[in-house]
């Protein structure tokens, strides 16, 4: 620390312009502080020759403190974000549009896949923006409309040219009687092959994985939030690559309305066979299954079955958990935990404020 003392002498008497050395002791208590300095003022400093006044000023010099920066758990280095933006979009090309539900689930959901040419430079957890053609009822451009990526960075045509969407038509009808339907959605699950579609981002960083290739990860899914999981796993157990192999536990929960909802249920399954100490994947279907209560069987309901079991995980500093799909999904969760916790004389809350710290607990529900 760098200090510089400042003096200034004042004579009482204009006879002489010079003064003899001298010395004088400042008493401790009469140095007051200030921020970054301090003063002494002496109004009776007697020299061999006369009465001067002596104010004498400290001041300190501090080093700015340097900022340590946090280094990230997740897949965060290098990531890009905002390449593309709803003004200036990258128009891609529609490769394949797949219906992947049963002709007799409520709801029809679309698996497409979209080239790129590697102009956008996506990690596993992210979403793109997609903007439809035409035009609002004002008249202008449609907004721009995010979606959860559903394949890994390479893409599912493994040379990291496609991007895939994991997309639900959107139709119901309004209080007033009449049929309304998602404009953004439904112009998706309508493209054809061969047709453009303006895409934005890639954007987010609250998904991506853990750099950890031991980690626990812990996936929950309803509907279409499957999307971000899928790409996770594929990454996980289908691809290799020189600076990832993954030993850890991925451990996924679904929960979707009927049988005929399920989403992606045959890469699961190889999956599953290929890794059986890896990968373990639970499915809750409310509308046909139920727990031992006759309670219907939501993705929370799921997860009480192994509540000990998670709880434990849960106390792992390498263990992570992913939420995505309905927002109402976090609350059925908290009340899984809330109890467990107290068991251990742990505040839920208070541990998950600390989880999301670490960057443990994500969500990013709808």
């Keep these: 620390m760098a200090t510089t003392l400042n003096a200034a002498v004042s004579l009482t008497s204009s006879k002489s312009s010079s003064l003899p050395a001298t010395s004088c002791a400042i008493a401790p208590e009469r140095v007051r502080f200030g921020k970054g300095a301090f003063y002494y003022k002496s109004t009776n400093v007697v020299t061999s020759r006369r009465l001067v006044s002596v104010r004498a000023e400290v001041t300190t010099d501090t080093p ?112 007033a009687g009449e049929v ?37 990860v812990i996936m929950l899914a309803t509907g279409t939030g499957i999307a971000p999981f899928r790409s996770f796993l594929w990454k996980m157990f289908f691809e290799k690559h020189d600076d990832y192999k993954f030993n850890g536990l991925a451990w996924l929960f679904l929960g979707v309305p009927t049988t005929s909802s399920l ?33 219907k069987m939501y993705i929370q309901t799921r997860m009480a079955q192994y509540a000990p079991e998670l709880w434990e995980l849960l106390k792992k500093d390498n263990t992570f958990v992913y939420m995505c799909g309905l927002k109402g999904m976090e609350k059925g969760i908290d009340d899984i935990m809330v109890s467990l916790a107290a068991n251990d004389g742990i505040d839920w809350f208070d541990y998950k404020k600390q989880l999301k710290k670490a960057e443990q607990w994500n969500v990013e529900v709808y």
């Design 180 to 216: 309304v339907k998602g404009v953004c959605s439904n112009f998706l699950c309508d493209l054809k092959p061969g047709s453009d579609v303006k895409l934005t981002g890639p954007v987010g960083k609250e998904m991506l994985m853990p750099k950890d290739p031991n980690a626990t």
């Design 263 to 295: 989403l992606y249920t045959e890469e699961f399954d190889k999956m599953k066979a290929k890794a059986p100490e890896n990968f373990r994947v639970d499915y809750a279907i409310s509308r046909e299954q139920a727990n031992d209560k006759g309670e």
């Design 64 to 175: 700015p403190v340097k900022k340590v920066e946090k280094e990230s758990k997740k897949n965060e280095e290098g990531v890009i974000t905002n390449k593309y933006r709803p003004k200036e979009p990258y128009t891609g090309k529609v490769l394949l549009n797949t219906k992947i539900t049963a002709d007799d689930a409520p709801g029809e959901t679309w698996h497409m896949v979209f080239s790129h040419q590697g102009e956008i430079p996506y990690r596993e957890g992210q979403s793109v923006g997609v903007l439809a053609d035409g035009i609002d009822k004002n008249g202008k451009p449609h907004k721009v409309r995010l979606y959860s990526i559903a394949s890994s960075a390479l893409g599912d045509l493994g040379n990291s040219e496609t991007v895939s969407l994991c997309v639900k038509r959107l139709v119901y009808t309004n209080d």
